[in-house]
Nanobody, 122 residues
Framework: QLQLVESGGGLVQPGGSLRLSCAAS????????IGWFRQAPGKEREGVSC????????NYADSVKGRFTISRDNAKNTVYLQMNSLKPEDTSVYYC???????????????WGQGTQVTVSS
């Protein structure tokens, strides 16, 4: 069964940091560009960042540029999202999935996982 598992979310104060992890089972992440998406209550899911298979290319949504960094360790079959200078508007459920670098679009080759909740609040 192809599955993605996100972890690392939590409650953090504004200005704080979190690192999210995305692990795969049933397939190897290095077959795809992998990205992070998020969905806040009442809003559509949006692309946050995407990293190419080799890790040599990345893309970020304007709202997170300069604050978030995506990386991958193909040997560990894991993709990370380092989130710094977090803002209340970053509060969302975060998901990882195959993606396109251009346009930060979801590539529907694997179903969405459960996601991990990130809450930024004082």
């Amino acid at each position: 069964q192809l599955q993605l598992v996100e972890s690392g979310g939590g409650l953090v104060q504004p200005g704080g940091s979190l690192r999210l992890s995305c692990a795969a089972s049933g397939f190897t992440l290095d077959d795809y560009a992998i990205g992070w998406f998020r969905q806040a209550p009442g809003k559509e899911r949006e692309g946050v960042s995407c990293i190419s298979i080799s890790g040599g290319s990345t893309n970020y949504a304007d709202s997170v540029k300069g604050r978030f960094t995506i990386s991958r360790d193909n040997a560990k079959n894991t993709v990370y999202l380092q989130m710094n200078s977090l803002k209340p508007e970053d509060t969302s459920v975060y998901y990882c999935a195959p993606c396109t670098i251009k346009g930060l679009m979801y590539l529907p080759v694997v179903s969405w996982g459960q996601g991990t909740q990130v809450t930024v609040s004082s």
